[in-house]
């Protein structure tokens, strides 16, 4: 079992930044592939960006190819997400989610979740 635990959420402004991180415990992620999801109020959770198990390769989508930077430090078991450039669009609470093996942007085919984290972007 991987246990995930998601931190940094907050309120900031558009334009500011923030830096999630999502740890984990239980056993070791160096070999899962890692995703960031949010979920707006009342919509679908959706895809943020992921990272393949050796950080060498990553997806973005395009909503925030440019402003997001995702990145992991498996001595740390640790994965980030630099959001830059805040819009409101980006309030949601965001999630990260492990799969063992092999990367996917679908969101049913990954193995553990975190609770999320609230982010808020002010106008």
């Known amino acids: 079992q991987v246990q995930l635990v998601e931190s940094g959420g907050g309120l900031v402004q558009a334009g500011g930044s923030l830096r999630l991180s999502c740890t984990a415990s239980?056993?070791?992620?160096?070999?899962?592939?890692m995703g960031w999801f949010r979920q707006p109020p009342g919509e679908e959770r959706d895809l943020v960006t992921t990272i393949n198990w050796s950080g060498g390769s990553t997806y973005y989508a395009d909503s925030v190819k440019g402003r997001f930077t995702i990145s992991r430090d498996n001595a740390k078991n640790t994965v980030y997400l630099q959001m830059n450039s805040l819009k409101p669009e980006d309030t949601a609470v965001y999630y990260c989610?492990?799969?063992?093996?092999?990367?996917?942007?679908?969101?049913?085919?990954?193995?553990?979740w975190g609770q999320g984290t609230q982010v808020t972007v002010s106008s």
């Open positions: 989610a492990a799969r063992l093996l092999y990367g996917s942007r679908n969101r049913n085919e990954y193995d553990y």
């Open positions: 239980g056993r070791t992620i160096s070999n899962y592939n």
